[in-house]
Every structure is written in C-alpha cells, then in structure tokens.
C-alpha cells in the first residue's frame, strides 16, 4: 500500500485533533472540573471548529460525527491526561507550542480547502477556515467563562487566517493543491511561532 | 381514539419542555432579569438541547421550530413563573429534583433514538442525545455569565450519557424500541437521583 | 435603471449591517482587544443574527457567507474604527441610539419575512426574526464575557419581536409586502427610542 496524499492529510487531520484534544482536557483540568467535565472540554476543544465549519457548510451531520474515530480520540485525550495530568504539566509552556502551531495550520489549511470544495467565495472560505481552526477554543474559552485568548492575546487567529490566505492565493495562482495546503500551512506555523517567541503583538486602540 | 406510543412520546416530550421552560425561567427570574429576559431563558432552557441536536443531524427548520407547541410552553413557563415565583421558590430543592430527572432522561432518550433514526454512527448518536438533554442548560449558564453547572458539578450529564448509552446497547441486543428507550430513561432517571441523594461526585485531578 | 424594491432592501440591509459592525468595533476597542480582536467582534455583531436564522433554516450556507460584500463590511468598519474611534467615541451615546434602533428594525423585519419565505410557521418566524436583530449582539456579550445587554436591559429585544409580529399580522391582515415590512419597522423603531427616551423598562420579579 502506498502513502497517498489522501492518507497523509487523514494522518495529519487525526494528529491535530488528538493534540487539541489533549489541550483542552489540560485547561479543563487546571480549572478544577471532575473527569465528565474534562471529557466534555476535551470534546469542544478538539471537534467544535469542524463542526462548526460543516454546519455554515450545509454538510451535515458533520464529519467528526460520521466517524467514531474522533469522538474515541477526545476520550483517549480526556484519559491521557487523567493518567498522565503531572506529567504533561512539567512540559515548559514553550514546548508545547510547537505542536499547537501544527495544529493550528493543519485545521485552518484542511478547513479552507473543504470550504473552497463547496464552492463559497473566497473570503467566506477563509472566513471558515480561521473558524476550522479556532472554533473550538473559542467555545472552550465561553463554557470556562473567560473571555476566549484569541481575542485578548497576541497572534493566533491572525495566523491561522494568513494560513488560509495564502492557500487560496496559491491556488489562485495555479499552485497544485498539496503545495498550496503546505504553503499556508508554513506560513501560519511560523507566524504563530515567531509571534510567541519575538512577543510580536498587534496594536491596541486605547 | 387509542393511547398510541406516538402519543405517550408527545405527551412526554411536552412534558419535558415545559419542565426545563419553568426551570429556565426560575434561575433568569433569581438572576434578576426582567419579564423578556425570563421568557428568552424559557425558550434557550427548554428549545436550545433540541436545536443543536436537529441542526448537527440537518433536520432544519428544527422540530420545535415547526409546531406552535413548543414556543407557547415556554411563554406559559414564563407566564407562570412571573405569577408563582414564590410559591414555586418555596419548594424545597430536593423535591424538584424528581421532575429535573425525568425531564433529563426523556430528553436524552427522545435524542438518541431520533438521531439513531437520522443513520448517525453510535458514538454520534449518544452525544446527540446528551446535547439534546444538557444543550439548554450549558447556553442558559453562559448567557447568565456562569461556568455551566454541568461542568463543575455532580452527576447530571454524565447520567444523560449513561442513559443514552443503555437505549443503544439495548436496541443492539435486540430489544424492542419501547423498551429501549424505558430502559434509558430508568438508567439516567436512577443515576442522577442516585448522585444527588448519596452526594457522588466524579474525581477530580486537582 | 430604476431603484426597485429589491434595491432599497439590499441598501437597508447593508446600511444595518455596516452600522451594526461599526457599533461591534467600538465595543471590542473599549474592552482593549487588539485590531484582530475588533475585526472579530465587528464580525460577528454583524453577521452572527442572520448566520444563526439561515442555519435554523436550512438555507447553507448562510447568505452573508455568499455574497463578499458583508464580510467586506465587517471589515472596513473595523478599519473605520481603528482610524475615527476617537471621533465616533465623542459621539453623544443617545445620538447613536437612533441609528442602532433603526438597524435593529431593518434586521428584524428582513429576518421575519425570510423566515416566512421558508414557510415556518407564524411564531417561528417571530423568534427567528427577533434572533437575526439581536443575535450578534448577544454572541458578542458572551465573547467579551458579559451577561447580553438584552438580558439585563431595558426594551430592546423586545422592540425586535414587537416589529416582527407587527409585520406578521400586517401581511395576514392582507396588507402588501412592504407596507407590513414599513409598518414592523416603524414599530419597533417607536418602541425602541420612546424606551430609551423615557426611561421605560420592564418588571423584575425581585
């Protein structure tokens, strides 16, 4: 069998949604919720983006419901970190970047290209494509009752919506789909990292 | 005319909605909302689980959008409220968890085995009628700016799983629909008074 | 080219949603979100109604994901702030009363009769047309963390629903299309200045 792109994008698709989830069941954790609460954040964290997108999209039900396969990985998630909550904690905050940075580029690069397939305009597909991406943060944000960190810290949405714009750029331009997904995947990925690591921030009014 | 099973859900069901509409609208009033704020939490409270769960399955407009039914409850819930608040405060807690049991297991019930009728995948299925049962009551937190009880506290969503869980496992066994869905309700149903009773409450990691 | 109807209603409706982002924008400045931050807050004041009724609908995706000239909207009225806010905060409040209330009736009548178009019944349609007026407004509460200001407030949802069902009962009573729509919007502009302006409010139970 060999490795098609298909299977590649799966693989990748699977990665970013275990890793979310597993972020969010941490957050859920250090606010003290019991392990339902913890299951059920984790869920958020990692499936209302998609969701989210698919239902502006009319494809319903969504494809994370269709699937047992990403509700089991939010469970794996939410006992993953009940098993290994201290260990996951001694991680210094700057490590675990790296990977959310690929999560954030993969969902916002997958969630573009699937709007761009259900023929909306460009600036709704990257509209639903930052949404793939931070949806389920901002949801999880809501529920802890914090106002959600994309709207109060430094470049996250703004990357995952570079992200998307540079995708549909590049396809615009006649790139291939596979390299157009890899160059808005990058662009987001390095943003959001340099952002975190130069302190890069956006101008406030007041 | 014959009692039909039909029927028995429909009574039921509007049963239910009317329960969560008067719950709903005894936190907005204790919350100190005026009479608009107390009827729009009616609504949200009663109408919101079974909402997301009909637009996650694309059965849109949603059900309680196509019978007058179900927005008048939640004007008469609010009506009632605004003419009994004192009296019905003057209930003691416990008694009114008994009918908030039964209002969560027949929702749970009621949302799995119709999204099991729309072809959704099992683990889909029981999430469904988990949001259909707990949905109203996560927005109504958040609109009143409060962590959703289900998140922080006992055994309420986890026992509307538990109960969606056992309707699907008993329809895989073969059991008829009727008693599916009775043995749901009476898992969730006992499980959550169960909890409130003996205080039960799930670990927490920190 | 004469000016039709259909090109009043597209005016109106950009004219509202254009106001409404602007108003989003300000709010997000004076919480001290960051530019990104305004855009998304002008976003979804703007856009969040209307994409809430068509999802309760069916109709995907939504119509302001159709057209590039909304999102378009939402950010020129972002840009306009960062530029004038200084300007536009100098604005006596009870000055931008007026346009807010006349925003608010042009979304509500709009919402109703496209409800209407999609044949739901009479009182769904009042709920949705009440939805499209104030729902950004409420999800842009949640986000900034505040219980919705048509919670706590005085007449404002209130006004939206008072002009969606003028409007219905206009077109039953056999009024045309557009008289019923004038008629919605004048009442809920009435009803929405006169409780500002004389300080009416509704009754709290405690």
Known sequence: MRLTRAHLFSVCDIAATGLFAVEGAMVAARAGLDLFGILVIA????????ITRDLLLGDTPPASLRRATYPILALVAAVTV????????????LVLVVPDAAGLGLFAVLGVTKALDFKVI??????????????GGVVRDVLLDQVPGILREDIYALAAAAGAITTVLA?????????????????????RLASVLLGWQLPRLQ
């Open 43 to 50: 869920f958020v964290s990692s499936l209302v983006g998609g």
């Open 82 to 93: 009940a098993i290994g909550f201290h260990v996951i904690e001694s991680v210094p905050r």
């Open 122 to 135: 460009p600036v709704a597909a990257v509209l639903l494509g930052t949404v793939s991406a931070v949806g």
């Open 171 to 191: 396809l615009r331009a006649g790139a291939p789909r596979g390299w157009a997904m890899t160059m808005g995947f990058a662009v987001c990925f390095a943003l």
